[in-house]
C-alpha cells in the first residue's frame, strides 16, 4: 500500500465513497450532499487539510486519510478522518491506511459510537480511548493516537 497526495482528480471518487449510505449514517452533520456541493466542500478542504489516497497493487484506491488542524470536544489538535470505499470495507484496509500515516504530532479521531468496523480499525492502528472520551449526547467516542506504533 502506498499514500500518495490527493489531487482534484480524486474528487468524484471521493464523493462517490462520502454518498454513500453507510458512510452517511456515521458521518457527522453530512447528510444528502449533491455532487456541486461536494466539489465545491473538497476545493477548501484540499487547501487546507492534509489529504491521502491509499493505493493497493495496480494503483487500486482504496482509501483516503484527511488530517485538519482544528478544535473539537474543546481540544485543539490534528484530527483524522479516514474513509475506504464501501466496496473495500472489511479487509483491513482502513487499519493498514492508519498504520501507513505517520506523524510525529499526536492524533485524535472522531468516531460514531456504533460504528464497530471504524473503532476497531483505529483501536488495531494504535489508537485510545481519549480522556474526554464522549460527545454530550453520547453518540461520538474521541480517540487519540500519542504516537505512531509502526
Given at each position: 500500500m502506498i499514500l500518495r497526495p490527493v489531487t482534484a482528480y480524486d474528487a468524484v471518487a471521493i464523493y462517490?465513497?462520502?454518498a454513500h449510505p453507510e458512510t452517511q449514517r456515521f458521518t457527522p452533520d453530512l447528510g444528502r450532499v449533491t455532487i456541486n456541493e461536494h466539489?465545491?466542500?473538497?476545493?477548501?478542504?484540499l487547501q487546507r487539510s492534509l489529504?491521502?489516497?491509499a493505493e493497493c497493487g495496480d494503483a487500486c484506491a482504496v482509501g483516503v486519510i484527511r488530517v485538519d488542524q482544528r478544535v473539537a470536544a474543546a481540544r485543539e489538535g490534528l484530527w483524522v478522518?479516514?474513509?475506504v470505499d464501501p466496496t473495500k470495507r472489511g479487509c483491513g484496509y482502513g487499519t493498514q491506511i492508519l498504520?501507513?500515516?505517520?506523524h510525529e504530532q499526536p492524533l485524535l479521531a472522531?468516531?460514531?459510537r456504533?460504528?464497530?468496523p471504524?473503532?476497531?480499525?483505529?483501536e488495531k492502528a494504535g489508537f485510545h480511548l481519549a480522556p474526554f472520551a464522549a460527545s454530550r449526547d453520547g453518540a461520538w467516542l474521541y480517540y487519540d493516537r500519542e504516537r505512531n506504533v509502526v
Open positions: 462517490c465513497w462520502r466539489l465545491e466542500w473538497f476545493v477548501k478542504r489529504w491521502y489516497m478522518s479516514l474513509l498504520q501507513k500515516y505517520y472522531q468516531i460514531h456504533l460504528n464497530a471504524s473503532l476497531r480499525a483505529f
